[in-house]
């Protein structure tokens, strides 16, 4: 591979870092995009409610974009974050707050018309994520072999392209394309389901 | 010339150059098409994880709350 092929994994992070500290937000917008669901699935596995999750993944956030110039880099950004995330779920378990949502949780359970609250997800937007990962695995399954193999060493194995390059044998640029044109196949299969939700883009 | 969607896919895979980047980022910004196109990447990776997809008003709710008037600390 030609060593300016690529750069490390946290360089990405670290140039939207170093934008950001230069004064421009958006840049702290792109690793929210890019962070938001990871840290979401990791407070849920610790909180094991979506609302409350949802509010923690937002304190979460808030918290980084306040200490993110004293962030030294001696860790990737995304460890810094994790541990962030970590702490601020493990101290809401650990407050009066938790009583009270575990008490309100219990509440809920015990009430059909109560629901969780207002930011789960209705019956309509649980049915429409459904039909979407539906398309996923469908499009997925239609992939020719390579492109299938190579996304999902990728997207499930959490392998590099160096690495999914090693394990294919095949060259560095080739699985940059069949990850390239898996997802493009895929995304054009979602693409009408994706359009009624648009309205709402960041 | 590199297919910005590609080069969308590589940014949010960590696997671009500092020029790739200079390129992406501000195409990122410009083009809410692109920004769709990364949402759509990241649904099909938690998909293929099996992992629950946020509703699509889970990003503009955190960025509502940033405290971007005081700015970082």
Same mark, same amino acid.
């Given at each position: 591979?030609?060593?300016?092929?690529?750069?490390?994994?946290?360089?990405?992070?670290?140039?939207?870092?170093?934008?950001?500290?230069?004064?421009?937000?958006? %840049?702290?917008?792109?690793?929210?995009?890019? $962070?938001?669901?990871?840290?979401?699935?990791?407070?849920?596995?610790?909180?094991?409610?979506?609302?409350?999750?949802?509010?923690?993944?937002?304190?979460?956030?808030?918290?980084?974009?306040?200490?993110?110039?004293?962030?030294?880099?001696?860790?990737?950004?995304?460890?810094?974050?994790?541990?962030?995330?970590?702490?601020?779920?493990?101290?809401?378990?650990?407050?009066?707050? %938790?009583?009270?949502?575990?008490?309100?949780?219990?509440?809920?359970?015990?009430?059909?018309?109560?629901?969780?609250?207002?930011?789960?997800?209705?019956?309509?937007?649980?049915?429409?994520?459904?039909?979407?990962?539906?398309?996923?695995?469908?499009?997925?399954?239609?992939?020719?072999?390579?492109?299938?193999? %190579?996304?999902?060493?990728?997207?499930?194995?959490?392998?590099? $392209?160096?690495?999914?390059?090693?394990?294919?044998?095949?060259?560095?640029?080739?699985?940059?394309?069949?990850?390239?044109?898996?997802?493009? %196949?895929?995304?054009?299969?979602?693409?009408?389901?994706?359009?009624?939700?648009?309205?709402?883009?960041? | 010339?590199?297919?910005?969607?590609?080069?969308?896919?590589?940014?949010?895979?960590?696997?671009?150059?500092?020029? #790739?980047?200079?390129?992406?980022?501000?195409?990122?910004?410009?083009? @809410?098409?692109?920004? #769709?196109?990364?949402?759509?990447?990241?649904?099909?990776?938690?998909?293929?994880?099996?992992?629950?997809?946020?509703?699509?008003?889970?990003?503009?709710?955190?960025?509502?709350?940033?405290?971007?008037?005081?700015? @970082? #600390?």
């Amino acid at each position: 591979m030609n060593p300016e092929d690529s750069v490390s994994p946290a360089d990405v992070d670290r140039l939207l870092i170093e934008r950001f500290l230069q004064g421009d937000e958006r %840049a702290f917008e792109v690793l929210v995009v890019k $962070y938001q669901r990871r840290i979401a699935a990791l407070i849920e596995r610790v909180v094991r409610n979506g609302a409350v999750a949802e509010e923690l993944t937002q304190e979460t956030f808030i918290k980084a974009y306040r200490a993110l110039p004293q962030f030294r880099g001696e860790s990737r950004f995304s460890t810094w974050l994790h541990t962030i995330a970590r702490n601020t779920a493990l101290g809401h378990l650990g407050s009066a707050q %938790a009583q009270s949502d575990r008490a309100a949780g219990f509440e809920a359970q015990s009430d059909d018309d109560t629901g969780a609250a207002g930011t789960s997800p209705s019956p309509e937007e649980e049915m429409v994520s459904r039909q979407l990962f539906e398309t996923i695995q469908r499009a997925v399954a239609e992939l020719p072999g390579s492109q299938r193999e %190579a996304l999902l060493l990728r997207e499930v194995e959490g392998l590099s $392209y160096a690495e999914i390059a090693e394990r294919l044998k095949t060259p560095l640029n080739t699985v940059r394309t069949w990850i390239f044109r898996a997802r493009e %196949a895929v995304a054009d299969k979602l693409q009408p389901s994706m359009k009624s939700t648009r309205s709402r883009r960041w | 010339m590199v297919d910005p969607r590609s080069l969308v896919a590589q940014l949010l895979d960590d696997e671009m150059s500092a020029a #790739d980047f200079d390129r992406a980022y501000p195409a990122l910004l410009d083009d @809410p098409a692109l920004r #769709d196109r990364l949402s759509t990447l990241q649904l099909i990776g938690d998909s293929l994880r099996g992992r629950t997809v946020p509703d699509d008003g889970y990003t503009l709710r955190i960025l509502a709350r940033l405290p971007r008037n005081s700015g @970082p #600390d």
